[in-house]
């Protein structure tokens, strides 16, 4: 059983930086998509930042520019840097795995982000 294990949220001014940290757990297949989604009070969860095994990465047109994916050196870990915070950056993000040959998909438990002065 896969387990994605989320931390790094809390409260930040605007314009100030968070880094957050997912670490998976697990019988985890090579190929595979790790990734960032926020859900804000009332709306529907969004893609944030994924980040493929090969290092491919790709963002929300809203954070391009401000947050940055990245992997850990052992692939069963990734991170998100997130600079120039706004306050619609407010949500709670939420790690995810996705491993496309078994069709399988995995979600973290969520880590509150308050971007608030």
């Known amino acids: 059983q896969v387990q994605l294990v989320e931390s790094g949220g809390g409260l930040v001014q605007p314009g100030g930086s968070l880094r957050l940290s997912c670490a998976a757990s697990?019988?985890?297949?090579?190929?595979?998509?790790m990734g960032w989604y926020r859900q804000a009070p009332g709306k529907e969860r969004e893609l944030v930042a994924t980040?493929?095994?090969?290092?491919?990465?790709n963002y929300a047109h809203s954070v391009m520019g401000r947050f940055t994916i990245s992997r850990g050196d052992a692939k069963n870990a990734v991170y998100l840097q997130m600079s120039s915070l706004k306050p619609e950056d407010t949500a709670v993000y939420y790690c995810n795995l996705e491993v496309p040959v078994v069709a399988a998909e995995y979600w973290g438990q969520g880590t509150q982000v308050t971007v608030s002065s």
């Open positions: 980040v493929n095994s090969g290092g491919s990465t």
């Open positions: 697990g019988v985890i297949f090579r190929d595979n998509v």
